[in-house]
């Protein structure tokens, strides 16, 4: 090809390529199509004829050496159902126009190693691959339905603005990746929903100065890898993995096609996000929450696929997704201030893993019953912890529900009995039975009662004998038993009678037992006040 003379274009060019040429100088839109549905789909595998086709190093020549624009223009890349042949390079370059392809096929992989572009925009082509790494773009990077057969590569890239690549198609490269965006760097907010990948998507170390969204998106891994692996991930707002309401617009032309939104409308349907394989977001930082409502996680368990959120932490997590029938959800270290979630939606034992779980509301998205909850974190430790069950009481008493709080705390300890040996386990049964280890104070006073009553009762058929003469009260049986069983208060029965062996027995059974009883109302009781 020919190098262009002043502003005039090269000699050679096609039919095809002289419009773009001449619609490049004005900013015009360069519009290739035939006017059919079929006839124009990128997708569809139909040939194109030879006057929709345009030579990649025509188009890197307008980009990197064009033609100025005319008077009172702003040149511009707009090209609609073309197929550009040969390799589009434009490694390194710096391309100031406007750049917008809709409706193209690429016959070759896309090269934009360390390019800067002002703003992107890919709609709807077929690109057999797109090679990014270090690409910057002042503004947007749009990339909406496109496929994209081997893979995409924005590793380290700097978006200006947004990141939108709704409703794109990726298979994977020869490593088993869709998507390989680590270190990836977009200012505004990154969009990917309702996108379906056959690869992984990894975003190891990205940042995304607003919100992530991959509502109703389908995820598949390959090749032994994560369907998303996201760790050290940074999302200044809310990182959304949920569903989205879709619903037609009844506009073929509109982007997207059919609207995405986070409410419903009329006529919508629910499409929830999918996860086949697992998913990593370990060490992230989430500014505002990271939604899983509605989510739908495809475990292999002989694969030990994970949902890992070690160490995660955000304001609020929202773990209200569909139940995974197999592999773990794993929260160890993890630092949530409000945890919403769904009874129905964490797995049962051997599924969950929350060793250092710290969260301090609890939000449940409807029914959660206490019995539920502990279940909950009798499914997290296989083997006795205490730490969880401490955090549950601790979460209920700082809430106002303190008697929740005592039922966990009884929990834990019936929880550590299954740990003692045998003597532990008989002590820790009687203690059990008879005071629930302290925390159920009212049936330590039941017990006193009916102690009391027992005692009042025995006493009441003997007679002892005063220790000294005259100086003894008139025997009451009713108050002596009253006497030994509470400790510290005298009540003046106790110490003026000699007991015979038997009685002696059963008055220092009757000291002994109150003592330990009395201590427990009392803790029962002081718990209650600081509680007030």
Not at 11 to 28: C, P, Y
Not at 50 to 56: F, K, N, P, Q, S
Not at 506 to 515: D, F, S, V
Request: overall charge neutral; glycine content about 10%.
């Amino acid at each position: 090809m020919t190098e262009p003379r002043d502003d005039s274009p090269p000699d050679d060019l096609t039919g095809a390529e002289l419009t773009m040429w001449q619609a490049f100088r004005i900013g015009a839109t360069c519009d290739l199509r035939q006017g059919g549905p079929l006839l124009d789909d990128p997708f569809s595998g139909r040939p194109w004829p030879d006057e929709r086709m345009v030579r990649a190093e025509v188009v890197a020549l307008l980009l990197l050496h064009g033609p100025p624009a005319r008077s009172g223009r702003v040149s511009a890349l707009k090209l609609r159902g073309a197929r550009i042949t040969g390799t589009l390079n434009l490694a390194g370059g710096t391309i100031d126009p406007y750049v917008e392809l809709h409706g193209c096929r690429f016959d070759h992989e896309l090269v934009l190693p360390e390019s800067h572009f002002r703003t992107l925009r890919l709609v709807e082509c077929a690109i057999p691959r797109i090679e990014a790494a270090r690409l910057h773009t002042q503004g947007d990077l749009h990339l909406p339905r496109c496929r994209v057969e081997r893979g995409i590569r924005l590793t380290d890239a700097q978006i200006g603005t947004d990141l939108l690549i709704n409703q794109i198609r990726v298979w994977p490269d020869r490593r088993g990746r869709a998507i390989t965006a680590d270190g990836l760097s977009v200012a505004q907010d990154l969009q990917a929903e309702m996108i379906e990948t056959h690869g992984e998507v990894s975003l190891r170390g990205a940042k995304v100065g607003v919100s992530l969204s991959l509502r109703g998106s389908r995820l598949r891994g390959a090749r032994e890898r994560r369907a998303l692996n996201a760790p050290q991930l940074t999302v200044e707002r809310s990182l959304y993995l949920n569903a989205a309401w879709v619903y037609e617009t009844g506009d073929p032309g509109a982007t997207p096609p059919y609207g995405v939104g986070a409410t419903p409308v009329r006529g919508a349907r629910r499409q929830p996000v999918e996860c086949h394989g697992g998913v990593r977001l370990d060490d992230g930082r989430f500014g505002d929450s990271v939604d899983l409502h509605y989510a739908r996680f495809l475990l292999d368990g002989s694969r030990r696929e994970e949902v890992s959120l070690r160490r995660i932490v955000t304001p609020e997590l929202r773990f209200n997704s569909e139940r995974p029938e197999e592999g773990r959800v794993v929260l160890n270290g993890a630092k949530v201030v409000t945890l919403i979630d769904l009874s129905t939606s964490w797995p049962g034992p051997g599924g969950l893993a929350i060793n250092g779980f710290v969260y301090e509301n609890l939000v449940p998205y409807g029914h959660f019953p206490l019995a539920r909850r502990l279940e909950w974190v009798a499914a997290a430790t296989p083997e006795y912890a205490p730490e969880p069950y401490e955090r549950l009481a601790t979460v209920l008493r700082s809430s106002g529900e303190d008697a929740e709080a005592r039922e966990v705390l009884l929990a834990k300890q019936r929880r550590r009995r299954e740990t003692l040996p045998v003597a532990g386990k008989f002590w820790g049964y009687l203690q059990d039975w008879t005071v629930a280890y302290g925390y159920r104070p009212g049936r330590a006073a039941l017990w006193m009662a009916v102690l009391w009553a027992v005692g009042a009762l025995a006493f009441s058929r003997y007679a002892p004998v005063p220790l000294k003469e005259g100086e003894a009260p008139v025997w009451n049986a009713p108050l002596y038993a009253l006497d030994l069983l509470l400790p510290v208060i005298n009540l003046g029965q106790e110490g003026y009678w000699r007991l015979s062996a038997p009685w002696q027995w059963m008055a220092t059974g009757l000291i002994l037992t109150g003592w330990i009883l009395a201590t427990t109302v009392a803790a029962g009781a002081s718990r209650l006040l600081r509680r007030g």
